[in-house]
């Protein structure tokens, strides 16, 4: 059976999450990307993409904003993939946690549209990118994002194709 969750109850688990509660799922190897997302096509498809760019020595995913935190306390990844299937509210929360606690993480958040892109920029994405992009376009900003240190600084940045 489906449970339907509201953006406030998601943000509130965010929230009170307790990080020893949760599982995550680790590729073994040095962690350096987590792709956050729900289990699915889209994930599959953006695990199978994300695993072969350059630049890029492991993947870890995680299937919510609560499990995308215990990765990041546990693991430390220099870039969050945050992928476009996952609530408004619980990407909004998920950026402004991993600002506040590791504001040198970059976070790259795939966005469905304008309004979308801008909230996650507000909410901390250092950048945000269509979600129908091709493969070399987020190429490339992952390896932008991994080599050039200014996309740790509030300088956000919006893709333009």
């Not at 688990?13 to 987590?34: F, G, I, P």
Request: include cysteine; charged fraction near 25%; hydrophobic fraction near 40%.
């Amino acid at each position: 059976m489906h449970q339907h969750t509201t953006g406030r109850s998601v943000v509130g688990r965010l929230v009170s999450a307790k990080a020893e509660d949760l599982e995550v799922n680790v590729t073994q190897r040095n962690a350096v990307m987590l792709l956050v997302g729900k289990p699915g096509h889209l994930r599959d498809a953006l695990q199978s993409l994300v695993s072969v760019a350059p630049g890029l020595d492991s993947l870890v995913t995680a299937d919510t904003g609560l499990l995308a935190l215990k990765v990041m306390r546990e693991v430390r990844p220099a870039l969050v993939l945050v992928g476009s299937d996952l609530p408004e509210a619980e990407v909004g929360e998920l950026l402004r946690q991993i600002k506040e606690e590791w504001p040198e993480t970059g976070c790259l958040v795939l966005t469905d549209g304008t309004y979308e892109r801008r909230q996650s920029l507000a909410a901390g994405a250092d950048r945000a990118l269509p979600a129908g992009l091709s493969a070399g376009h987020l190429f490339s900003a992952i390896q932008h994002m991994l080599e050039d240190s200014s996309c740790y600084t509030e300088d956000h940045q919006e893709y333009e194709p």
